[in-house]
């Protein structure tokens, strides 16, 4: 992956486990990355850890701001070469209990600004004609899930728009791919009682829970210029919970 080697990355939902991952992958492979997320404690925390990346504080649910947002990271960065779309939210309730707020932010923040955060860091690769973009959906915009109406839809159509991205801007040389994580051991996940992770795991094929750095080495090749041939593809990630 030495082609990584000082290309100007996005990483948006920095903070969590699995945005952890990804900048530190990133930062082995000599990526120039700039870590976005909402907390500001956090975010300085991995400037600590990696103290070449850039940060800045953002919250994607300010769609009206994106294009500052993309603007200001890519001059902090000194261009774009690649974005990882990895912030999103989740609102759970059933379908019948589902208050409209909790539908419409789901969708705006994860579908929405997902889509907002591609245009606009298209706009900037289109001046250069070449980029990636890496979306991170979710095992659960394949096949469903209980209480999660609004981010199995928001989730499946990330896929869906991206398909479409990538059939508009492959002439451009820009690829954009999704990632679909299935349950990974997260801090999120640690908090499940162990019944209901015991519920999970037996679903697994793998008879286990990912590691976020499983989503990172995919990170990393869908970053990479590996894999320049492929282009509107999900790759799944999920211990052969969902076989697409």
């Not at 096949?143 to 839809?153: E, V, W």
């Not at 801007?169 to 051991?185: L, M, V, W």
């Not at 679903?203 to 869908?222: H, M, W």
């Amino acid at each position: 992956m030495k082609d990584l080697k000082d290309k100007n990355i996005i990483v948006t939902g920095a903070s969590g486990g699995i945005g952890n991952s990804i900048i530190e992958k990133l930062n082995e492979f000599g990526a120039n990355v700039l870590a976005s997320g909402t907390k500001i404690e956090k975010l300085e925390e991995l400037k600590n850890r990696f103290n070449k990346i850039k940060i800045l504080k953002f919250d994607i649910s300010q769609s009206d701001k994106i294009e500052e947002f993309i603007e200001n990271a890519s001059k902090e960065l000194g261009g774009l070469d690649c974005i990882i779309n990895n912030a999103g939210i989740t609102q759970d309730n059933l379908a019948i209990r589902m208050s409209i707020e909790e539908w419409k932010k789901v969708i705006e923040v994860n579908l929405t600004s997902t889509f907002l955060m591609s245009k606009f860091a298209i706009k900037k690769m289109l001046k250069t004609k070449k980029g990636k973009i890496v979306n991170i959906t979710s095992v659960v915009g394949h096949t469903g899930n209980l209480g999660q109406a609004n981010y199995t839809a928001s989730k499946a159509g990330i896929v869906a728009m991206s398909k479409s991205l990538a059939i508009e801007y492959a002439k451009k040389n820009i690829n954009i791919n999704c990632i679909s994580p299935g349950f990974i051991k997260t801090a999120m996940t640690d908090k499940l009682d162990d019944k209901f992770k015991e519920a999970i795991i037996s679903k697994i094929p793998s008879a286990r829970l990912g590691e976020p750095e499983d989503i990172a080495n995919a990170v990393l090749f869908l970053a990479s210029t590996q894999s320049d041939y492929i282009n509107g593809e999900t790759l799944h990630i999920n211990g052969g919970m969902y076989m697409a």
